[in-house]
């Protein structure tokens, strides 16, 4: 099976929130809450040492999710034919009566809006646009061209075998599809 995977360039990365705008239009969800994609800044050290990066935050397609595995009705799956994690609203048992793939998750990625038992959602890769040939939408809205995504095997041929960052835990386990340039922390006298 194929894995889709991202690719996120620290050193390009402003924190414009393009990525954040686009999706939410892309699929339609109001404001509040919910946010398929976010960028997390990772503030370290102390005057005159400081750095600061960002981190993508989104759901990472992993190779052996724990969300599917928590979901007792079965209403999260790795499809088969492009590796996409992908939820079935009308199945999930909503926040309030489970929520099982929110404690599972260890990147955030399951998000449920203020409604009464609202029902998971979390990035799905853009499948329909995916299926068309096309990037996902906060790839194609990136100004700084800090994503990419695609067949992980692809990403790590082109960007390296990055797959941790600072706040960012890798875990073999359920192997997150990911790649990163990361940015470097200042040395002492820069």
């Known amino acids: 099976m194929p894995n889709q ?3 996120f360039d620290q050193t390009r990365c402003t ?3 393009t990525c954040v705008v686009a999706c939410k239009d892309w699929h339609n969800i109001p404001a509040g809450p919910v946010s398929r994609i976010r960028i997390k800044t990772v503030e370290e050290g102390r005057y ?6 960002f981190l993508l935050q989104c759901c990472f397609h992993c190779a052996g999710p724990s969300c599917v595995a928590a979901c ?3 209403a999260i799956r ?3 034919d492009n590796g996409v994690v992908i939820v079935d609203q009308e199945a999930c048992l909503g926040k309030e009566s489970c929520g099982l793939c929110s404690k599972e998750c260890p990147y955030d990625a399951p998000q449920f809006g203020a409604e009464e038992n609202a029902k998971m959602q979390k990035c799905d890769f853009c499948v329909e646009r995916l299926t068309q040939g096309l990037k996902p939408i906060c790839v194609a809205a990136c100004p700084m061209r800090a994503l990419d995504a695609g067949p992980l095997d692809e ?8 797959r941790a960052a600072e706040a960012f835990a890798f875990s073999s386990k359920i192997e997150p599809s990911v790649i990163f340039k990361l940015k470097a922390k200042p040395t ?3």
């Open 15 to 17: 924190n414009c929130l």
């Open 48 to 53: 005159p040492q400081l750095h600061v990066s």
């Open 72 to 74: 007792p009705v079965r």
């Open 188 to 190: 002492p006298g820069d």
């Open 78 to 80: 790795k499809r088969e």
């Open 155 to 162: 990403l790590m041929r082109k960007y390296g075998k990055v």
């Open 5 to 7: 995977g991202f690719y």
